[in-house]
C-alpha cells in the first residue's frame, strides 16, 4: 500500500491539532496580586475558577489556601520574583481539600518549565495534577494550590 500526499497532509494536520490543544491560551485568563508577597499573578489556562480549599501539611496541620481550578495545562506569569522564590511542590486531592504529596516531587523540566522573564518568572504546568506553588517576595510569602485537570476529570 503507497502513503499518498493527502493522507500524509491529514495525519500532519490532525497531529499538529492534538499538540495545539494541550498548550494554554497565550493571554491570561485570570490575574490577581498576591497578598504577601505584592507579586502579581496571571493565569492563562482554558478556564480558570478561583475559591478556597483547606490543604493538610506534613503535620496534618489544615491551612485555607487560595485554589486556582484549571482545565487542561496552565500557564503562569509571576511578575516581581525569581525563580529562586517560587517553590513548586505535589498536592494530592484529600476529603474535601487537598494534602501536601511526599512520595515525591515533582520535577522540573518534566512536570513543570520555570523560566525567568524580563518582568518576573514563567511557570508552565503541563502535567495535570495538583500543585502547591509559593512564591517569596521581600514583603511576605504566598502560598496557593493549582488543580489542573481534563475538563471531564
Given amino acids: 500500500m503507497k502513503f499518498k500526499p493527502c493522507m500524509a497532509a491529514a495525519l500532519a494536520g490532525a497531529l499538529l491539532l492534538a499538540a495545539c490543544a494541550g498548550r494554554p491560551p497565550a493571554e491570561p485568563s485570570w490575574q490577581a496580586t498576591l497578598p504577601a508577597s505584592g507579586a502579581v499573578l496571571a493565569v492563562a489556562a482554558r478556564t480558570v475558577e478561583a475559591g478556597q480549599t483547606t490543604c493538610l501539611d506534613e503535620t496534618d496541620t489544615a491551612h485555607t489556601l487560595t485554589l486556582l481550578r484549571c482545565e487542561g495545562p496552565a ?26 504529596y511526599d512520595l515525591s516531587s515533582p520535577t522540573e523540566k518534566i512536570d513543570y518549565l520555570r523560566t525567568d522573564t524580563e518582568q518576573g518568572v ?21 502560598t496557593f494550590l493549582l488543580d489542573c485537570r481534563r475538563a471531564d476529570g
Fill in 75 to 100: 500557564r503562569l506569569e509571576i511578575e516581581g520574583v525569581k525563580t529562586d522564590a517560587v517553590e513548586v511542590r505535589f498536592v494530592e486531592p484529600a476529603g474535601d481539600g487537598y494534602r501536601y
Fill in 122 to 142: 514563567e511557570v508552565r504546568v503541563d502535567t495535570l495534577y495538583s500543585f502547591s506553588i509559593t512564591v517569596t517576595g521581600q514583603e511576605g510569602t504566598d
